[in-house]
């Protein structure tokens, strides 16, 4: 079904034509992790196969990870949301002798290109966040159950647990050995974490992320950087104790049919990728590409029976792995696409029709994994260093849950027409649009777009249900600007040059903090106050130059740094 | 009185040798700003010498800024508080025709090293954010009367005052060009304050910070961009009607006598600083310095005449004043020096005593304006990029005030003597630790060390007016470690000598992440959020390459980018 894969330079972990990388595995095809059911606990063992690298020129030792390794850690915790909707536990652990997780592996960074590293980064990030989410919203919690050491990123991922079993056996600790010795910081989330999730205290924390053996036993407890130790003979009846009482606070349905996740299918050509949803057409030459959500092609039968049996070919499902799919192969294989012109097409009604269903069903186990989905798709794409246009012309369809990608757009242009015109377009906001999808700040869309401004707010939810042209549109601040049909394809066409002509890092910077206005959040602060940091440091001679602390790892040899603090 | 400043190599703008960095001044040597007053009225009016640079290489054409013209701001900014209590409101506008400020200088930045860049920021951050302090402690307001073009740094000075008054001369605009015309970012919190203070709206904010040219007239207040607008005609009645408005809202005395402040004395070796309250002793071999900062030579005499009379030489002001400086200077002058170890000595009742005089006289406008220049100060402390550790032994004095800096830093060390002996060392807390000097997210340092525990908090409240042994400090976690004697100088020995091998870079981003956990303000945001995205774009090809934006602005070359996103 799939073009075979062109192979081409950018965006290579080496310098180097590299494969692309595909986001799609299934449990069948895991070479890194295992995962197992018992009724409603999950296991989730990792087991790295050390030769299976996503890319060559280092080996995955000591359960340490690379992007293939979370690709499917990714696709595990999605499994388990859809597929196995009675687990109400997941527990986390290693089949490895004595070693938990060794974190990132350190030979894969020290080769990356500076691209690489940040974008490795951003997907962890939101695989561990995704984790969070899945606690948080659907309620399969997760135990880290640490049965040997757990360092680094190891224990980044013990950290997106609800709860942190160590294995108190006189040796296995749990560490953040980044700073001390590889000069850059516990990125994936670690120092966030440690101070919001845990609440450590500075001071304890300042001395353990500068440990390189970390803290084990009585004292990892005692600094709350786990919550509980157990000696060996009694660990796994620990381990077990807490699955069954965190499985108590989960709300998950003991006899419900999982719904299967078939590969999402699609047609990758040079210049264009096709699902059934959705469709991306590239133009290279102006560095900019066409992203096009489809409504469903028809209104749906009404009934919950009916869309448990379609099941991953629901409309909003199918739609939102497409479109997070796409986002990640783009976000990865296509760096130099700086401007992405969202568009919608198809049927408003249909559209609508679906955002009602969403509603009516929100507490069904399958409608709200759906509507998970969907959140975190939109998630992805705030987070996403691309300009984002949203295109609203007269075949458009942006309306309710598609509306909502134009609040996610750094712009929104709305062509106007005559309002008298029937084919002039039309926007409309649904419910959805007030609640279903939050951002990272815990705010929706409309929130965040107002500042909270409850009068601004009060006026769209009075727009609910009506077909706004694009005066009104424009009055209740829900768009960028309004040109007239005279206007429109000027204004887009300079607006783009013009985008495209700017510096990709200041675009990145500048659409990473006017995104985030005033509202953070743990989520937030990992993503635009960590992740900053550590861009930084990745950049930094005392980390990437010859004798780069990161470049020098396992060589024998010592970093050297300038001592200027800055 | 002052050692003439030694010439060495770093930490020049550019490379060779350049002369250290003084932030003491007055107006009587202001080259860059004209301070006068009327009644309550304070008049800042910014007058840039072209050719008074800090360093050679760059003319300061168009109202543009470098350091030395922020240190003089820095100064009115203090002198208006201790000065002139009868200042109600600051106008801050510009003598130059149809300029109000064009922002820092762009051949300045293209010039400086990354250090530079950095420490320049943090220092103009800190300047805006002390308008904004002033305004909500202290309540001076702040009007920019912005009477021609006013441009980058030059919007986000007009953005740190109450009321941005813009001039409708059809030519005047505001703007933030950095994005397109130099490829970094509006750093000096334009970014953020576009959002979290003024509530721009992100798209078109988006639209704002790509444009060159800005926005005038009528869509600036539309945009909420500015406050309001006014005609060249009625400009002024304009101001003097705010400025009226404004003064209202202010308590400031009207006829309070100002207090005087001198230049800070200091003695300056080449390895150590000498100032009345604070002495620093620099060890270059490795890279640390001692900073101790005395108590009171005796109990002040406790009426409020006296401590006008006393004025700048009152010991909270000058020990805060002496501090300020020295954080200053070796922030600037002495980036190799890693490590920072903070001692304090002598009588512990003299510091209660002026405790208890900061709590008594806090309405007053001296007392108050004393308690802000200590706030500031240890705020500053905060966001200093050097590791701190406080280090209390047998002659330390580490109580009330000066226990504050202890609660700021990454670790404190507290020697364990017997609990019997007299001579063991002790801590005490005081009313002031609980809200005298909150952080910039707000929180006191114990709120914030204990991430708002109340249990915690209110251990500490007991504790009042109790002098601390290390074992009781370190139970109600107030000190990291307390080793004996036995392993006192070698456990601190190997602590410092640990964190002297480690990555500058590293550290910077850890401390600047674990000293502000959770709790988030705009001014945390600007420092956390802004200036990381900054710092990252600051050393980015893409910027500073021999073809970035910075480096070919004003030279007839376009840029030249790497495409990709990252």
Redesign the interface.
Known sequence: MNAPPRLRE??SLVSGTQPLVDFRTEPSRYRHWRLSFDGAQALLLMDVAEDGGLRPGYKLKLNSYDLGVDIELHDAVQRIRFEHPEVRTVVLSSVKERIFCSGANIFMLGLSS??WK??FCKFTNETRNGMEDASRYSSPKFIAAVNGACAGGGYELALACDEIVLVDDRSSAVSLP???L????PGTGG??RI??KR?V???????F??TTEGVRGQRAKDWRLVDDIAKPAVFQDKIRERAQELAMLSDRPADAAGIALPTIERRLDPDSIQYKHVQVQIDRDR?LLHLTVSAPQEIFDQSLEAILKAGAAWWPLQMARELDDAILHLRTNE????VWLVHTQGDAKAVLAHDALLEKFANNWFVRETIGMIRRTFARLDVT??TIFALIDASSCFVGTLFEVALA????YMLSGSADQSTSPRIELSNPNFGQFPMINGLTRLE????R?EVAIALCRDALGQSLHASVAESL?LI??APDELDWENEIRLAIE??TS??????????????F??Y?T?ET?VF???S??????F??P??VGDRG?LKVYGKGDA?S??????
């Open positions: 950018s965006p500076h691209a940040v974008n980044e700073v001390p590889l000069g850059v910081l120092l966030t101070t919001d609440k205290r500075h001071d304890l924390a300042d001395v992320c500068t560095r760096p130099e696409i700086g260093s691309r757009a750094d712009r929104t965040q777009r107002f500042y401004d601040g960028t600007a013009e985008r700017l510096s990709p890092d200041a675009l990145t910077g500048m659409e990473a903090n006017l995104r206005g005033v953070e743990m602060r635009g106050r960590l900053a940091w550590q861009n930084w440091i950049i930094r005392n980390a602390a970093a740094f300038d001592w200027q603090r800055v």
